[in-house]
């Protein structure tokens, strides 16, 4: 079995993706009003956003996690981006901040 996409429901899969490209330095590989795709890593696993009609409601059950070497400066070129910021936590020898995507979705940024 072989990880091939990342998939995120979303309200506006193009503006999603947009998002994602310029946080993850991806380009858009498709995009449509129904769904928009990052081109793969160099593992093959994109990023796929499908439009769906309801509205997130509650915490992610998984989210991603990305490290960075400075994570302040990441996380304002993120913040800049449209994220937001939530968050921070220290716990097991490592800190990480909360965030969320311009749609909700949370994901972390640590720094060890």
Known sequence: ???????????????LAAFW????????AEASPYFAMLKPDEHG?????????EAKTAKNRMHLDFHAADRG????????????RH????????????????????FCVTQH
């Open 1 to 15: 079995m072989q990880l091939v996409n990342i998939t995120l429901d979303a309200a506006d899969p193009v503006r």
């Open 21 to 28: 490209s310029e946080a993850i330095g991806r380009d858009v």
């Open 45 to 53: 696993v994109r990023m796929l956003f499908i439009k769906v009609p």
């Open 73 to 84: 400066a990441e996380i304002a070129r993120l913040v800049n981006l449209g994220a937001t």
């Open 87 to 106: 968050d921070t936590h220290n716990e097991y020898a490592t800190e990480w901040t909360v965030l969320t995507d311009p749609e909700g979705n949370e």
